[in-house]
T-cell receptor
Framework: NAGVTQTPKFQVLKTGQSMTLQCAQDMNHEYMSWYRQDPGMGLRLIHY???????DQGEVPNGYNVSRSTTEDFPLRLLSAAPSQTSVYFCASRTGGSGGTEAFFGQGTRLTVV | SQQGEEDPQALSIQEGENATMNCSYKTSINNLQWYRQNSGRGLVHLIL?????REKHSGRLRVTLDTSKKSSSLLITASRAADTASYFCATPGISGTYKYIFGTGTRLKVLA
């Protein structure tokens, strides 16, 4: 099993450009999430999904879009990149369950917006 | 706003010593999780403790949960240089376990 795969690992964008960060998991997990990690801020939830066709906003959704057309994939779109979106982005997946379940993380995408 | 806050923010100890880090949260939860992050890498799940559990062990890790104080602690015994990492607690958001909120983390450095 590959687990959670994120691409690309590194990306430099110019202000105003758009791009899509890819996330794929091969564990048939219902739940998928996107986080951003900034120094001193920990991880902040951007968007999440509880199944194909179902997405919702997290703590910091502005400037990002998501969709979930399949169980496996959960891409994150930056509509018009801004320097404030410079960060490390992590995708995570887990099974559902009311008692809580372990999340599996990708290795991250380091994004710089200039 | 973040649900969990770790304390201390940074911790430096000698190899062989024990490391204790704490997590406080704000709302009622039914479970709490701890994760480790090595520099530049993704997070790795360490342990999950449910609200009806007071203590849980996994190898050299011991986690406690005090729901009355809304706090948890992670103890790493007999630390090794390889334990150098950041440690995060994660708790379900207000709407339930659909999403998890992470704290700001404790940076642990174990000196050989």
């Amino acid at each position: 099993n590959a687990g959670v795969t994120q691409t690309p690992k590194f990306q430099v964008l110019k202000t105003g450009q758009s791009m899509t960060l890819q996330c794929a998991q091969d564990m048939n997990h219902e739940y998928m999430s996107w986080y951003r990690q900034d120094p001193g801020m920990g991880l902040r939830l951007i968007h999440y999904s509880v199944g194909a066709g179902i997405t919702d906003q997290g703590e910091v959704p502005n400037g990002y879009n998501v969709s979930r057309s399949t169980t496996e994939d959960f891409p994150l779109r930056l509509l018009s990149a801004a320097p404030s979106q410079t960060s490390v982005y992590f995708c995570a997946s887990r099974t559902g369950g009311s008692g809580g379940t372990e999340a599996f993380f990708g290795q991250g995408t380091r994004l710089t917006v200039v | 706003s973040q649900q969990g806050e770790e304390d201390p923010q940074a911790l430096s100890i000698q190899e062989g010593e024990n490391a204790t880090m704490n997590c406080s949260y704000k709302t009622s939860i039914n479970n709490l999780q701890w994760y480790r992050q090595n520099s530049g890498r993704g997070l790795v799940h360490l342990i999950l403790i449910r609200s009806n559990e007071r203590e849980k062990h996994s190898g050299r890790l011991r986690v406690t949960l005090d729901t009355s104080k809304k706090s948890s602690s992670l103890l790493i015994t007999a630390s090794r240089a390889a334990d150098t990492a950041s440690y995060f607690c994660a708790t379900p958001g207000i709407s339930g376990t659909y999403k998890y909120i992470f704290g700001t983390g404790t940076r642990l450095k174990v000196l050989a």
